[in-house]
């Protein structure tokens, strides 16, 4: 067993840009699932718009990169209002379908031939964010780390950018919950027809909750199809959102930091259980898994993960089990 | 919480006795490509592959199966060009643009192309490539075509439905129930070479027993604990992912067909055509929904079905056992999704994710029917199986899952409770 690869591969899978991905991601999930308990299953149909946004206005309408970004955020608002428009009214699991269906049509209307002219169709477009790579500070010739822990030039500005990102979201969800407002989301999770008998619109509360939570979730499509250089519509599939959900649920739902330990330790537990199994199965100790299979062997774990997560620690390492709303309907 | 091992180490179990499948393909750069006539293999075509820019990679002939596979030097774009000389006799290429198709391969990556030629005479049985018939007649059969789907939905679709009805559980994992059947049926059916009739009513039988142990050691234990919805919920979502996994890694990650019933051609009907598995699946279909209809309306355990979906507490005052009805519930959703599976892998090759696909048609067709009415997500799938074949009538066939979704948001606004529900308040 090689234990250093072990643990520089999960070094920089814990701080890599998966995790600043799903970091995002899963705190605009917390918005939505952890503090106003709405059951938003297509988070990714809000990555994918904030993605296209970008890359499309880039691309195929040659606007300027930071038009393009302001776009991808404004399409995060637009998805928001247009699913939360008819929906929010609607109880918890009709809320899930919804948002799930549209993020699917949203998947499969990027990848379809009629829209390819725009979209790029199932190949998707890439490098439309020459304007970030240009920023760079970093000379590209050295690799920036501690020991053997070491990232590439575009990696440590890329990383540099994103957990700019996570912090400023989590300074703003940290503000925004001890305020007033944040208080009135507790409550309509907590009770929807207390909050509202205290005189409170409910209805728009969950609405700034969904959009602002939504704009996170682009947020974090803009940034992962910026540092990639690239935008391709099976990357937005339903699977991300239910990993986003493992993301959240890890870390704890309802604490501001949860997202960002859950996605942390997601990837490090990701990375260590691929490269110990490709160890595993390359060095013959296990023979009934060829490597490809041992890479899929970790979705069971998810899968699994999140059951057990699910059943015996709903409230997750940070969570507090009263906090989360799971008797809602 | 011994049941949840348990019902890991099951489901592990139940997959072990069959033989993994084949590995994936090796590293390198590769193309692979197929070459079919109608949809149907076309073996010794020629295909020349040259790097963009000029050297030339190599020659290649498809082999029995319609297949060619060449390795590429490197990472690169590269042309694959079919040689018009070698084409079986009659055939010509559908759209006579695409002889030759340029791929960008990545390190390690290997891409597909297809190259499809007809002969012109047979119009096929698929959705598209039908623009030479009229377009009433072509509404017809894509009428038909939308009848086999949505019984297809229908049958898999009644276990969620009920399940929803009997205990509010949105399973995400019914899906993978589906998946399920259709890839014990295929390895009954392809590894042990039983045939597919048998392997059917095995896959079905264990399809059944997997949806009964769902319940028995997962879903009971974790009503009696007093979780709740949401978190029961995410549980099958997690499931959900446990489960494909699983099969992925057991079965495989590419497509297969049934060794029975491969290649029929279709006969004529009047004015539309239908092959004879197509027409068994509709028949079949029926068969099973209207005995279904019958368990339901007639026998006492279906009558307390209805009874338990409509107001489980008064069910359960009136001396209904609740749980032993939940647990039939469960046994009828496996096996009617595993039979399902079995019916759209006969049509559309079994694949590891074929069930998930449905999944959200599924959703659809019991939200337009009406959630956790029997006859609800019957109708609403049947409307939704037509729905999305008959809009390729209009729009592009890879959009055609798009119309089944957008109708379920649509009728989420206009009517949540569906067209079959009673109208109350759901929000």
């Known amino acids: ?121 199932s190949d998707g477009l890439n490098q439309f964010a020459t304007a970030f790579t240009n920023l760079n500070p970093f000379p590209s010739d050295a690799k920036y780390g501690v020991g053997p822990f070491r990232f590439s030039a575009p990696d440590t500005w890329s990383l540099l950018v994103g957990w700019t990102l996570v912090g400023l979201c989590v300074l703003l969800v940290f503000l925004l919950m001890r305020s007033p407002w944040g ?20 209805y728009f509360y969950k609405m700034q909750a969904l959009v602002l939570g939504g704009v996170i979730g ?19 599939g339903t699977p991300v959102t239910f990993f986003a959900y493992a993301v959240l649920i890890l870390g704890g739902a309802a604490r501001v930091l949860g997202p960002v330990v859950g996605a942390m330790i997601f990837w490090f537990l990701l990375s260590v259980t691929e490269t110990v199994l490709g160890q595993l199965v390359g060095n013959g100790y296990i023979t009934f898994l060829t490597s490809s299979q041992a890479g899929q062997v970790r979705y069971m774990l998810v899968g699994l993960g999140l059951i057990l997560l699910m059943v015996f620690r709903p409230q997750g390492i940070f969570g507090n089990r009263r906090e989360i709303a799971l008797d809602a309907r | 919480m011994r049941h949840l091992i348990a019902a890991a180490v099951v489901a592990m179990a139940g997959f072990a006795f069959v033989a993994t499948a084949p590995a994936a393909q090796a590293a390198g750069e590769g193309l692979l490509g197929r070459v079919a006539v109608d949809g149907k293999p076309a073996p010794g075509v020629t295909v020349k592959v040259k790097k963009k820019g000029g050297e ?25 060009t079919v040689d018009r000389s070698t084409f079986p006799a009659g055939a010509k290429l559908l759209d006579p643009n695409r002889s030759s198709l340029t791929v960008t391969i990545s390190s390690d990556g290997t891409r597909f192309v297809l190259f499809a030629l007809t002969t012109g005479k047979q119009q096929g049985g698929g959705g598209g490539g039908q623009g030479n ?41 019914h899906g993978e129930l589906v998946t399920f059947g259709a890839v014990v049926a295929w390895m009954l059916n392809s590894r042990l070479g039983l045939q597919l009739i048998i392997a059917t009513i095995l896959a079905v039988i264990i399809g059944g027993v997997a949806g009964g142990l769902n319940e028995r050691l997962l879903w009971r234990p974790l009503r009696k604990r007093g979780t709740g919805l949401i978190a029961m919920l995410v549980i099958s979502i997690g499931l959900s992912i446990l489960a494909r996994y699983v099969i992925l890694v057991l079965y495989s990650d590419r497509s297969h067909a049934y060794t029975d019933y491969g290649s029929q051609n ?102 337009l029917g009406g959630l956790g009415t029997a006859y609800g997500a019957l109708l609403g799938s049947l409307l939704v199986g037509i729905l999305v074949q008959m809009s390729t009538l209009v729009v592009a066939p890879e959009l055609k899952n798009v119309g089944g979704l957008l109708i379920l948001i649509i009728i989420l606004i206009v009517r949540p409770s569906g067209l079959l529900g009673a109208r109350t308040r759901v929000g």
């Open chain 1, 183 to 202: 208080r009135v989301l507790k409550a309509i999770r907590e009770d929807e027809d207390a909050a509202r008998s205290l005189g409170k619109n409910v």
């Open chain 1, 218 to 236: 682009s947020l974090a499509g803009i940034f992962d199809a910026v540092q990639s250089q690239s935008v391709q519509p099976d990357l937005y």
């Open chain 2, 266 to 367: 279709a006969r004529d009907y009047g004015p539309v055509n239908l092959t004879d598995k197509d027409l068994s699946s509709i028949v079949l279909s029926l068969l099973v929904l209207v005995g279904v209809a019958l368990l339901l309306q007639r026998s006492r355990i279906g009558k307390a079905m209805r009874a338990v979906a409509d107001n489980r507490d008064l069910a359960s005052a009136s001396g209904i056992n609740v749980d032993r009805v939940v647990l039939v519930v469960w046994i009828m959703g496996g096996a009617l999704a595993a039979f399902g599976g079995v019916l759209y892998g006969l049509s559309d090759q079994v694949n590891w994710e074929m069930g998930f696909r449905l999944l959200l048609l599924m959703f659809a067709g019991i939200t």
């Open chain 1, 1 to 121: 067993m090689d234990f250093g690869s072990i643990i520089t591969n999960g070094f920089h899978a814990l701080v890599g840009l998966d995790a600043v991905y799903f970091a995002l991601l899963a705190i605009g999930l917390n918005i939505h699932f952890g503090y106003t308990g709405l059951l938003n299953f297509g988070q990714v149909g809000f990555a994918a718009v904030g993605a296209y946004g970008v890359s499309i206005s880039v691309t195929t309408f040659h606007l300027p990169f930071a038009v393009g970004i302001l776009i991808g955020l404004l399409s995060g608002v637009a998805l928001g209002l247009l699913l939360g428009l008819p929906t929010l009214r609607l109880r918890a699991d009709y809320l899930a379908i919804t948002t799930i269906a549209a993020s699917e049509i949203l998947r499969l209307c990027f990848r379809s031939v009629a829209l390819s002219k725009w979209t790029g169709g």
């Open chain 2, 133 to 173: 018939k009229h377009k009433p007649v072509r509404a017809l059969q894509l009428l038909l075509e939308g009848i086999r789907f949505g019984l297809i939905i229908a049958i898999t679709a009644i276990g969620l439905s009920l399940i929803y009805g009997t205990t509010g559980l949105t399973n995400f994992a």
């Open chain 2, 56 to 80: 030339q990679v190599g020659t290649v002939k498809t082999g029995a199966n319609g297949q060619f596979k060449i390795d590429v030097p490197g990472p690169g774009d590269y042309t694959a």
